[in-house]
Each structure stands twice: as C-alpha cells, then as structure tokens.
C-alpha cells in the first residue's frame, strides 16, 4: 500500500484534503452546498475537452471551472440563487455529456472521472497540484478574517466595508481552484462529499471557528486516508468510501451532540 | 406549419420506434417535472430536488445490478433519499442545506459501488453513461407503461393536494395556521418529487433530471404570478423542450455525417435557453419585480 508508486497518491490527497477542510468550513458556514455541488461537475467537462485537444486536463478542469464560476455569479443575479446553480450544473454536465460522446475515451476512464481513481497521480501531475493548493492555503490566510466575518455575520461584515460580492468572488475561486486539483483523484460527484461531510461533522461538534477548522481538518484527512486504504484493499471505488465516511462522520457527530443535549451537559468541545 | 408537418412526416421521424417511445417518456417526463417543479421552486427546494435525482442514480445502477425495472430503481432511491432528508432535518432553513448535503453525498457513494459493481460483474460497460446522462432512444417499449402509471400518480397527488400544497408551498405559516398538517403535505409533496424525479432520470438521465424539473418552472415563475399560469407556461416550455431535443438529436445524425449528438445535451440546451429567454422577457415586461430570491440571503451577490 506505501509502495512507490502509491506515494504521489498520498502526499496529493493528504494535501488536497488539507485544502478541502478549509474551504468545506466555509461552505458549511455560508451554507453553499449546492454551489460546491455545482462547481465540480462544472468543472467535469473540462477533462472531456482536454482528452479530446490532447492538452493537459488540470487545464481543461481550470479552464471550465472558472467559466462554472463567472456564469454562476451571472446567473445568480438574474434570479433566484438554487434556481441559477442547478441550472449551470445541468448546462455544464450536458456539455460534457456531448463532449464524453465524441471522444473515443471508454468507459471505465469516464467513470473515473466521475468517482475518482485512487492511482492516478504521477510525478508529473504532482507539482501543479501541490502548488495549487499552497496558492488556496494563502488565500485563505489573506482572506480569512473577513470571509468569515461576512459568512457569519453579513450585516456586521458591511459595516466594515467588507463588501459581500467580493467575498462572493473569493470563495467561488478558492473552491474552484480546490475542485480542479481534487477532481482527477476523488471524482467530480466526490468532491463534495469531502468538501461537506467532514466540516459539517466538526460544527455539529462544536461553535469555536478555530476549533471546527483543526477538527474539519483531522476529519477530513481521516476521511481520504481511510477511503484510499479501503479502495486500495476491496478495490472498490474511492468515491463510494468517501461518500459513506462522510455521511457517517456527520451522523455520528450529530448523534452526539444530540445525547449530549439530552444529558442536559452540553460540553462544548 | 404545414410544410414542416410534411417534412417531419417523410424524414420517417415519426415512423421509427425508439422515436416514438421516447416522445411518449419525455412527454410524461416533461408534464409531471412542469407541475412538480413549480410546487419545488416556490419552496425554495431546488437543491432538494437535485439532490434526490442525484441520488437516484444508485438505484439506476443498482437495477442493472439486480435485472429489474430501472424506473423502480430510480424510484425506490428517490424515496429512500426523501426520507432520509426529512429524517435529517430539511424542514428546519438551517438544517436544509447541509442535511440535503450529506443524504447527496451518501447516495451519490453508494452509486459509485453499484456502477463499480455493474461495470464488473455484468457486461453492462456503459451503465455510467446511460444512467447519469440518459440514452432516450435506447428506452426499451416495455417501460412506457409504468412511465405512464408513475406520471399518473403524480398528477392524482397534485390534483388531490393542489390548495394545500400550494398554501404550504407559499406561505408555510399561513398554511399551518389554517389548520394544514404541514409534516404530511411535505412528505406527500417529496413522494410526489421522487416519482416525477424517477421519470425524468428515466428520460433524461439521473444528473440531468434537474434540468427539466427546475428549468422549465423556473423560467415560468418569471414570466407568471400565478401559480396555474406558471404550471401552463412550465409545461409548454418543458414540452418545447423535450420534443425539439428529441428532434434535434434525430436530425444531428445528418448534420454530422453519421455522428448523432445525445438527446440530453439539446434537451438541457434548450431548457437553459428558454431560461434565458423568460428572465429576458420578464426584465423587459417588469414582471419579476417580486420575485426575489428567497434562500441563503447572507450570501447574496
């Protein structure tokens, strides 16, 4: 399972998860699920067209990604906010329906894409990877503070001049920037589940920001390790195990605390 | 009009089989998404919506799998996720997103496995595709009449419910002070989403099932007031939709020398264009003035 061929495999989820805990804080704080739904597979046509060019698909997910984002924001003006993310959601997967129906790529490559593959990374692809994610960790070290201020807080967020369409913007292309990198290893309709299930286990937890992000954190991290150790072992896929594990995560969190508020001692973690 | 009947007539467009089966399941597919989906989007439920056709797709999967009627299996997953959903807490706002989140991501797992598993143990290589995205002119004529008896359902629920369910869907407060047991038209109302859900994955396909629930009711919402004129020009939008793609898709065999485009992507192009169109239209005719967004409204743009 460490064996040499393994390791990019490793060190790209565990950077990945790394990332997606952040951003996934802040998805479970806005309550943006639908958008980070959305954006992935948004961003899934774009490996279709690159198979089809021949060029590299990290550019082919970034490029889409980001036209996912622009005419997300478009839309979302024009009308209401669910209404405008499924329907670039469902343009966006037609396309790449039309365009998976050109390519001769067969079809356990376009599952792959779909529910990710645990061995697909190679030294290659592993630079840009890690890169993209040290560009996402500085932007939310530059961002911090006020995204979270206008996630919690909106109106206290407006009184200082943190104007809430820029932080829109932020967010839309820190999470764009995670999906393109975590698309080719987890799977376009998994990178959800690992952007919201850990995070929304660790709030059900507890109401500190500093203490659900090292949780979102450690659950995530949790969560991809033990799904590439399963998937490596039944070789079952990866997304199935990160699905489940989520899920399972935030059940038993929520189980918890309600227990807890049962026996009337809320312990705060 | 009637050179076009004419030409419609003589391309044998009508005459072939899986033509005419797949304008019989699309036109279920778009009727109940049209009613159905009106009920949704004033409810504020378009993620909801999306999640249980996401989530469908295992049963989809899991029908290959088992050798049955892939319309129960869709079914049956739909209705597995909607009460999953209700279990998890998605009439409480706050709870909605991330309970839809997670019964989403739960589902959409466990499609991996049985797609995994289809792929593996039965020669059945393109049940990706054909589940996610839909192959409408390979529906087998068998299917129609369940497709019919699912469509019917959803029409006796609606015409049945369709006072209080519209009460509840507009104004829950009102609706519970005059009596309605808000819990059991919720529950109704998402058996009734599961079983138009489970025709459109049938159609269209599990992923793009959203298209014709959302976009056709959505763009009628712009365009009307009132809730049964939304639901006509919902339909007419949804029928538009389906027939021309189903058209559109038959001709691209000629328009590409031999390389017909999937029924899908016209079907879904369509939907967003007429989208476009109604949100045009209302902005030029100063319809939408009230229609403003209703959910998550810290994070407005």
């Known amino acids: 399972m460490f064996s040499s061929f393994m390791i990019n495999t490793w060190i790209a989820a565990t950077a990945i998860a790394f990332v997606a805990a952040f951003i996934g804080f802040f998805v479970v704080v806005r309550r943006s699920a639908f958008a980070a739904h959305a954006l992935p597979l948004g961003a899934f046509p774009g490996a279709a067209a690159a198979n089809l060019l021949g060029i590299d698909p990290l550019i082919g997910l970034l490029v889409f990604v980001g036209m996912g984002v622009l005419l997300l924001r478009q839309l ?31 079809a356990p490559a376009v599952f792959s894409l779909l529910f990710g593959e645990v061995l697909g990374v190679s030294d290659a692809d592993l630079w840009p990877i890690l890169g993209i994610c040290a560009l996402v960790v500085t932007g939310i070290a530059l961002y911090f503070r006020p995204l979270l201020l206008d996630s919690t807080f909106p109106d206290l967020a407006a009184l200082q001049g943190i104007r809430a369409a820029r932080m829109d913007l932020v967010f839309l292309t820190l999470l764009a920037l995670v999906t393109a990198t975590a698309l080719p290893v987890v799977g376009a309709f998994l990178v959800f589940t690992l952007l919201v299930g850990p995070p929304a286990a660790a709030q059900a937890l507890s109401g500190n920001p500093m203490r659900v992000l090292v949780l979102s954190v450690v659950f995530a991290e949790g969560c991809i390790w033990s799904a590439i150790a399963l998937s490596y072992w039944t070789n079952w896929p990866i997304g199935f195990f990160v699905g489940t594990i989520g899920a399972g995560l935030f059940t038993v969190a929520r189980s918890y605390r309600h227990w807890n508020q049962r026996q009337r001692n809320f312990v705060v973690l | 009009m009637w050179n076009l009947w004419m030409l419609l007539k003589n391309s044998g467009f009508f005459a072939s089989g899986p033509v005419q089966t797949a304008l019989i399941v699309g036109t ?129 629920l ?55 629930l959302i976009g056709p009711a959505g763009a009628a919402i712009r365009l009307s007031r009132r809730p049964a004129q939304a ?6 939008i949804g029928l538009t939709a389906v027939w021309g793609g189903i058209w559109m898709a038959y001709e691209s065999y000629y328009w590409f020398s031999g390389n017909a485009w999937p029924v899908s992507f016209f079907v879904v ?33």
């Not at chain 2, 869907?169 to 489970?198: F, K």
Request: net charge positive; hydrophobic share 60%; charged share 10%.
């Open chain 2, 28 to 156: 279920c597919a778009a009727l109940v998404s049209a009613v159905i989906g009106v009920f949704t989007i004033l409810r504020g439920d378009a993620f909801a919506g999306h999640a249980l056709a996401d989530v469908s797709s295992a049963g989809g999967a899991a029908s290959f799998l088992l050798g049955i009627n892939p319309l129960l299996g869709f079914l049956g997953m739909a209705w597995i996720a909607a009460f999953g959903m209700e279990f998890l807490g998605v009439r409480k706002v706050r709870e909605r997103d991330l309970a839809t989140g997670i019964v989403l991501g739960a589902g959409l797992g466990l499609s991996a496995l049985f797609l995994y598993l289809d792929v593996t143990t039965t020669s059945t290589t393109g049940a990706a595709v054909s589940v996610m995205f839909g192959s409408m002119f390979s529906i087998p004529q068998s299917l129609i009449g369940p497709a019919l008896t699912a469509s019917a359902g959803v029409f006796l």
């Open chain 2, 158 to 212: 609606v015409g049945l419910l369709y006072r209080p369910m519209m009460l509840t869907a507009v104004d829950p407060d009102l609706a519970a002070a005059r009596g309605i047991p808000l819990r059991w038209i919720g529950l109704l109302q998402l058996l009734a989403l599961g079983l138009a859900v489970a025709v459109c994955a049938l159609a269209i396909g599990a992923v793009l099932a959203t298209a014709l």
């Open chain 2, 269 to 301: 192009t369509l939907v967003f264009l007429f989208y476009l169109a109604a949100v045009l239209v209302a902005k030029v005719a100063g319809l939408s003035a009230r229609s403003k967004p209703v959910s998550w409204p810290h994070c407005e743009v």
């Open chain 2, 231 to 236: 639901i006509c020009w919902a339909i007419a």
């Open chain 1, 76 to 106: 979302v003006r024009m009308g209401r906010r669910d209404v405008g993310t499924g329907l670039v959601l469902v343009l966006f997967l037609g396309v790449g329906a039309l365009l998976l129906s050109m390519t001769s790529a067969y």
